[in-house]
Structure formats: C-alpha cells, structure tokens
C-alpha cells in the first residue's frame, strides 16, 4: 500500500491535505489562502464537512436575495470569491459558471455598473468558462460595458491572438491606447509585449497565410511561393518523363477471345457434347412466370364499417390527459421589468442539473439573455 492510500485508509486528521489533493486545485490569480484550502479539500473525505460546504453556499446565495445595502453586487462577489475557495478543483459541480452567467445577467442593464471594474472582472471570468469566448466580448462591445478599461482591451486581444488573429488583436490594442483606457501605463506594456510576439511569429500577414492559397507536401507543411513554383515545375517534369517512358515500353495488350461466344447471335453458343442437363432451366418467359400477373384492385370483398352517430355543433369534452413529468417539466423563466433573475434557480437545482445547466452555458453563454440585448 502506498503512503497516500495508507494515510486516506487511516483516517488521521492533518493540515497538509494540499500536499494530497494539489493536482486537482484550479490556480487563482489572487492566489489561495493554504487555510481554507486545506479544510475545503479535507471536505472531499468527509460527508460532513461537505454538507456544510454545500449550507454555507445555500445562505449565500440566500445573501444575494436579502440584501438590501446601497451596493448589490458585492454579496454576488463574496460568493463567487467563497465559492472559488471552497470548490478548488472548480467543476461543474461547484455552480460557478451558474453564479457567473446569473451575475452579469442581473446588472447588463445598469448604467451604474457598466464601467465598473468589479463587474468587468466577472465577465472576464465568465469568459474564461466559456468554450468560445469570442461572443462574449462581442456583446461587451455592443453594451458599451468596461470600455473605459485596460483590462478589457488586454483580454479580448489576448483571445484574437490565441486564434491566431494577429491584426484584429493589434486594432484592439491600439484602439484601446487611442480611447485612453486606465491604466494606460498597464495597456502600452501590454502592447509592446504583443508586438516582441508577433515579431518571433512567421514573416507574413494573415491573408497571405491561407492554406488554400498555397500547395502542401504529404507531410502537411505548408511551401514557400517560390518554393513552391520551383516544386510545381519539377512535378510537372517528372510526369512527363515517366508519361514518355511508359510510352516507349508500353507492349500491345492481348484480347481474350471466348471460343463458345457466337458472334453473330450475340450469345453462347451451345457445347458440342451430348449433356441436355442446360435444357431442364427452361426459357427465360417460364422462369419469370411469377412476375407475369398484374395487380388488380380487391372488389370481391367489402369490409364492414359500424356507423358512428354525427352530433351537430358538439364540442368534444373528453380529451386525452397528456402525462408531464413534474421532475423533468421545464418551468418557466420569469423576468420582472428589470430582467433580473431571482439566485432562486441555482438554490433549487440538484447536483446533476448544475452540471447540465453548466455545460449548456459553456456552449452558448447568453442563452439566458433577452433578444434585445444580444448583438445584431
């Protein structure tokens, strides 16, 4: 038995419970307080201690619902902040991605938060969950919301080039130097970064690097233009000489000749030996006999039919009770006249709904969103 499994066998009560479980923590930025970490991941052990996990995030969320102060989104941070230590291997599980998506839908709206950093944070984080968190940034443009700062100029440059959209990513930066975002010191560092890394990049631009445009070996790299005139050329001559070649030794094909076909019926002719045993399969007309019989219609038997009584002007009453069950009926979404969600949903959501729920909003992150906040 190795000392790990022997130690989780044997109970023991310890604060190294980091040095245990460390490869399934999800780093943080701001990083982690070695305290609360150890008595988060000892909870993985205990059905207790994860029971109490599982309260203290049912009463925050209850925070969020309560709170009557003059600053609604900090309770929205303090549980994401929690929940982030308390849930360190992250998962679907932990309903982050749900306290995000939730967060950011409940102040789209607001003028008072739309150049808040705070707020800009969580969608950024928000992104981070997302499997493309280009849309993301789109509706961020289109809303006007963490314009003014350099941490949203940074993040949506960093996407573009992770998708290898190098111009877009530069007209970013410097749109972002041009609007004067804060800190400005903080986005002209960022951006001499970008260019150190576009330099080490290959010498040419985007719309000279399409794969379409140029001819790739069987290996899959992609040649040169001059290169690949020169590869062209000596294809083409290989070709030839071998077309030349075949040419020069090509031998006269050899015609089979069937002695039994009689050529001038178009069909074999019958062998020169006694046997009558091809005589017993009879033409082709008996063969298909079966085939010859057409398909009429069945008049001779009529099929009875009771007669129903017609009600003039009845309308059916008795109808078909369609069964829905309650467990899987979707209820309905409402939305008072600001659009914001009640925390409600993600208190009455199981283990196994967050996980769907959350892979859903991987996929489509505003699908929760009204229409006519979405960009056109």
Known sequence: MDPETEF??????????????????????????????????????????????????????????EYQGDDPLQPWLDCIKWVQEAFPPGGDFSGLVLIYEQCVRAFWHSD??????RYLKVWLEYAE????????????????????????????ALHMES???MKAANDLLNLGISSNAQPIEKLRDAYKKFLARSMRRPNATEEELKEDDLPVRSFGTVLARGESQRQAIKTFELGR???????????????????????????HSKPNTGSNSWHTLGGRAER??????????????????????????????????????????????????????????????????????TELLRENPLRNFPSNSLPR
């Open 8 to 65: 989780l066998s044997s109970k023991r009560q310890t604060g190294n419970e980091w040095e245990l479980f460390k490869e399934n923590v999800r780093p943080l930025k701001r990083g982690r307080n070695v305290d609360l970490l150890n008595h988060a991941l000892k909870a993985r052990t205990n059905d207790q201690l994860k029971k109490s996990l599982l309260e203290n995030r049912r009463r925050l969320i209850e925070a969020i619902d």
């Open 112 to 117: 008072h938060y739309k150049d808040d950093l």
């Open 129 to 156: 969950h997302c499997s493309d968190a280009e849309v993301i940034y789109y509706f961020l443009d289109a809303n006007d919301i963490g314009k003014t700062h350099s941490a949203y100029y940074i993040a949506y």
């Open 163 to 165: 998708k290898s959209k």
């Open 241 to 267: 000489n071998k077309l030349k070649q075949d040419q020069v030794h090509r031998t006269p094909l050899s015609i089979y000749n069937d002695t039994n076909m009689d050529v001038t019926r178009g069909h």
């Open 288 to 357: 298909n006999k079966e085939n010859n019989a057409m398909p009429a219609k069945w008049t001779s038997h009529k099929i009875p039919q009771r007669p129903v009584p017609r009600i003039v002007g009845a309308v059916a009453s008795a109808q078909i009770e369609v069964f829905v069950d309650e467990e899987c009926e979707e209820k309905p979404k409402v939305h008072d006249e600001k659009d914001r969600t009640s925390s409600l949903q993600l208190r009455e959501l199981d283990g196994r709904n967050i996980k769907k729920e």
